[in-house]
């Protein structure tokens, strides 16, 4: 099992009208196999990668009825309720006080002042993704956000990141780190962004071929935001399923372009 450091991103889930439908469409896009359903946590569902948790679909709350699917992305925590108070003392919101989950761990649900949801986990005997970087499995994260010194100024004072911007006056983008090792990167939602979207975190997840999978999101009846691009990381498209739950897609072998330059952020 793997252990992470305070402030790395750890696990992966998102909430869905129709279960099958989803399981249905990540399992075919990213080879998913899955658990039983949990009754005792809402029909909780692992998602697994040659056997290896990589992140969980879960029903609907009846009260989130109308909501649209989304992806949240939880970081890992040593100590849950020290970080529930480091978010509200930097200005952020609690969506949910620290709760137990049975003996998996502990977590809470929050907001940064910006407006980007997240969630903290606190790892019990559920320490997280155990296969990360491959076909199938999360492979990084952005914050996007328009009001970016809102996000910098508090990701990086509750979980303590390093802090690293590139070097390009057409780019607003940050990488934040965590014991030296990039781990989630924040970048500026531009005009192209309709007003109505709010700010949110971008998951990836690992692809064999990029352009294939744009091409079975589509055929699946999923959407496609953001055509193959390949940067010096990678080929990755910004995709949503059927259900509306926005995500991208990397082929991490497929690389193009020059590294850009970092630097610390500027004062």
């Known amino acids: 099992m793997t252990a992470f450091s305070d402030g790395a991103p750890c696990w992966a889930d998102a909430m869905f009208p129709d279960l099958g439908a989803a399981k249905e469409f990540y399992g075919e896009l990213l080879g998913w196999t899955y658990d039983e359903s949990s009754p005792d946590f809402g029909g909780y569902t692992q998602a697994n990668v040659n056997g290896k948790p990589v992140g969980a679909v879960v029903p609907q709350l009846p009260e989130m009825a109308g909501q649209p699917a989304a992806w949240n992305l939880y970081f890992a925590s040593s100590d ?3 970080t529930a108070e480091q978010i509200t003392a930097n200005g952020g919101k609690l969506l949910m006080e620290p709760m137990p989950v049975g003996e998996f761990g502990k977590m809470v649900s929050a907001q ?6 997240f969630s903290v986990w606190q790892a019990g005997q559920h320490q997280g993704f155990e296969a990360m970087g491959g076909p199938g499995s999360f ?4 914050v996007n956000t ?3 010194a809102a996000a910098d100024a508090f990701f990086p004072a509750v979980f303590g990141f390093g802090v690293k911007r590139v ?3 057409t780019v607003d983008f940050h990488v934040w780190e965590v014991d030296g090792a990039p781990v989630i990167g924040r970048c500026k939602m531009g005009d192209d962004i309709p007003a109505e979207v709010p700010p949110y975190i971008s ?3 690992g692809v064999e ?3 294939e999978a744009v091409a079975t999101v589509q055929r699946l009846g999923g959407q496609v935001f953001l055509d193959p691009m390949t940067m010096p990381f990678g080929r990755f ?4 399923d059927q259900q509306g739950a926005a995500f991208a897609v990397i082929d991490t072998t497929t690389t193009g372009g020059e590294m850009p330059e970092f630097a610390p952020p500027e004062r």
């Open 80 to 82: 849950v309720a020290a």
């Open 112 to 117: 940064d002042p910006s407006g980007v949801h």
């Open 139 to 142: 492979c990084w994260a952005e």
């Open 146 to 148: 328009r009001d970016t």
């Open 167 to 169: 070097v390009d006056d």
């Open 203 to 205: 998951v990836y997840f």
């Open 209 to 211: 071929d990029c352009d």
């Open 237 to 240: 498209a910004v995709v949503a």
